[in-house]
């Protein structure tokens, strides 16, 4: 329920030491878990549901291109899957389907540049 959410974060916030470590992890995947079911109704994002972020990236602006795809005015909502399509130097997509790995693929030439 809420209420005993609220009072395990409270104490996992004001005494983490008192709670062991396995609960601890436990409450935290327990509270991803009804993230996740609430911002994306379980597992239908992974299943093609509409709350899903596209993103078409230049590798030549990947910088860029994430800047202006991935705002809050364009996506308000992070929390929801993006799907990365990496577009080549000449212009044209790259080969693939975005199971995560493109994604990946897409943070780490993110973060390395930003």
Not at 27 to 39: G, M, P, S, V
């Amino acid at each position: 329920s809420a209420l005993n959410t609220i009072k395990e974060l409270y104490v996992l916030n004001s005494l983490p030491f008192i709670v062991p470590f396995n609960q601890r992890v436990s409450i935290f995947h327990n509270i991803l878990d009804e993230d996740a079911r609430l911002e994306r109704g379980g597992h239908a994002a992974w299943t093609g549901s509409s709350n899903v972020i596209k993103a078409s990236i230049r590798r030549d602006y990947i910088y860029e291109d994430a800047f202006a795809q991935l705002t809050e005015s364009v996506a308000p909502n992070l929390k929801q899957k993006i799907v990365v399509q990496l577009v080549n130097y000449v212009g044209l997509d790259e080969a693939g389907v975005d199971g995560g790995g493109l994604f990946r693929e897409f943070l780490s030439s993110f973060l390395t540049e930003a």
